[in-house]
C-alpha cells in the first residue's frame, strides 16, 4: 500500500466538514473526560482516534451522537449544532450508523432481520424491499450465505460484520466506529477490519476508535492522539507514526510496540 506523505493535502480540506467538535468537555461528576476537544471530520475521511484506554476517545464518539451530553463547547454536524430535543436528535442518529465494542445484535432475530429490522420500522421500508436490501449488505460484508443464522451461531468477527450491515442499512452519511475488534479473538481481527477498509475505499466517512495501529496507520487520512482527555497531537498517519511531534505520542506509541 502507497504510504501517505506529510505534505498530501488533507483528504476532505476543500469541502466542509461533516463533524465539527469545537472546544468539547464532558465531565463525570468531578472526572474531566473531555477537556476541551477541538477537531474536524472532513467528507469522505476516516479519521482514527488513538490514545491510552480512558483517554476520552470513545466518549467523544459516544458524544457525536448525543449518548452522552457534553457540559461545554459545542459538537456541529453538518453544519449545525447538535439539536437539544430528543425527537430532533432521533433524526439526527438515522444520518450516523454507530458500531459498538458488542455487537449488540437481536439475540431472537437471524442475520437478515437484524439488517432489515431498522429500515422497516424505522425509515418505514416495505419488508420485502428491506430484505432485499440486507441480502445485498450481507453479501457486502461476506456474510450471504449467513442470512438465516442466529447471533447465537455466529463468530464474533461475523456478529460485528453482521453490526456493521446493520448500520449501513440506515444509509448514514457518517459511520462511527467504537473499538469494533477490542471483543474479537485474533482471528476474526482481520476480518473486520477488511471490511471497514473497504467502506473506506468507497468513500465512507468514518470516525474510528481504535488500538489496531497497523489499521490506523494504512486506512486513516487523519489521525488524532488523545491523553487525558486532551488532543495531544494530530496529522495524518505519515507525520503521527513515523515523525510524532509530542513526547506523549512518542510515549505511547513505544508502549505499544509501535516502530516506525
Keep these: 500500500m502507497?504510504?501517505?506523505v506529510t505534505s498530501s493535502p488533507r483528504k476532505g480540506a476543500d469541502s466542509p466538514p461533516v463533524v465539527v467538535y469545537e472546544d468539547v468537555r464532558k465531565m463525570y461528576g468531578e472526572f474531566v473526560?473531555?477537556?476541551?476537544v477541538t477537531v474536524q471530520v472532513n467528507?469522505?475521511?476516516?479519521?482514527?482516534l488513538i490514545g491510552p484506554s480512558g483517554s476520552g476517545k470513545s466518549t467523544l464518539l459516544r458524544c457525536t451522537n448525543a449518548l452522552?451530553?457534553?457540559?461545554?463547547?459545542?459538537?456541529?454536524?453538518?453544519?449545525?449544532?447538535?439539536?437539544?430535543?430528543?425527537?430532533?436528535?432521533r433524526k439526527i442518529r438515522r444520518r450516523m450508523g454507530m458500531v459498538f465494542q458488542n455487537f449488540e445484535l437481536f439475540p431472537h432475530k437471524n442475520a437478515l432481520e437484524n439488517v432489515a429490522t431498522g429500515p422497516i420500522t424505522v425509515l418505514g421500508m416495505a419488508p420485502e424491499q428491506a430484505r432485499q436490501r440486507a441480502l445485498v449488505l450481507l453479501e457486502k460484508v461476506g456474510?450471504?450465505?449467513?442470512?438465516?443464522?442466529?447471533?447465537a451461531n455466529l463468530s464474533g468477527g461475523q456478529q460485528q460484520r453482521v453490526a456493521i450491515a446493520r448500520a449501513?442499512?440506515?444509509?448514514?452519511?457518517?459511520?462511527?466506529?467504537?473499538?469494533?475488534?477490542?471483543?474479537?479473538?485474533?482471528e476474526t481481527i482481520g476480518e473486520v477490519l477488511?471490511?471497514?477498509?473497504?467502506?473506506?475505499?468507497?468513500?465512507?466517512?468514518?470516525?474510528?476508535?481504535?488500538?489496531?495501529?497497523?489499521?490506523?496507520?494504512?486506512?486513516?487520512?487523519?489521525?488524532v492522539v488523545f491523553d487525558h482527555g486532551k488532543v495531544v497531537e494530530?496529522?495524518?498517519?505519515?507525520?503521527v507514526f513515523e515523525h510524532p511531534t509530542q513526547a506523549r505520542t512518542r510515549d505511547f506509541l513505544g508502549h505499544i510496540g509501535w516502530h516506525a
Aim: aromatic share 6%; hydrophobic share 40%.
Design 2 to 4: 502507497s504510504h501517505q
Design 33 to 36: 473526560a473531555l477537556d476541551g
Design 43 to 48: 467528507k469522505g475521511e476516516v479519521m482514527c
Design 68 to 89: 452522552e451530553e457534553i457540559n461545554g463547547g459545542k459538537i456541529l454536524f453538518d453544519g449545525k449544532a447538535l439539536p437539544k430535543s430528543e425527537p430532533e436528535m
Design 143 to 151: 456474510l450471504s450465505d449467513k442470512a438465516q443464522n442466529f447471533p
Design 168 to 186: 449501513l442499512a440506515m444509509e448514514p452519511e457518517v459511520m462511527l466506529f467504537d473499538e469494533p475488534t477490542s471483543a474479537l479473538d485474533p
Design 194 to 223: 477488511s471490511v471497514m477498509k473497504r467502506l473506506a475505499d468507497e468513500g465512507m466517512t468514518m470516525v474510528v476508535v481504535t488500538h489496531e495501529m497497523a489499521f490506523a496507520r494504512q486506512v486513516a487520512n487523519w489521525v
Design 234 to 239: 494530530q496529522g495524518t498517519p505519515e507525520q
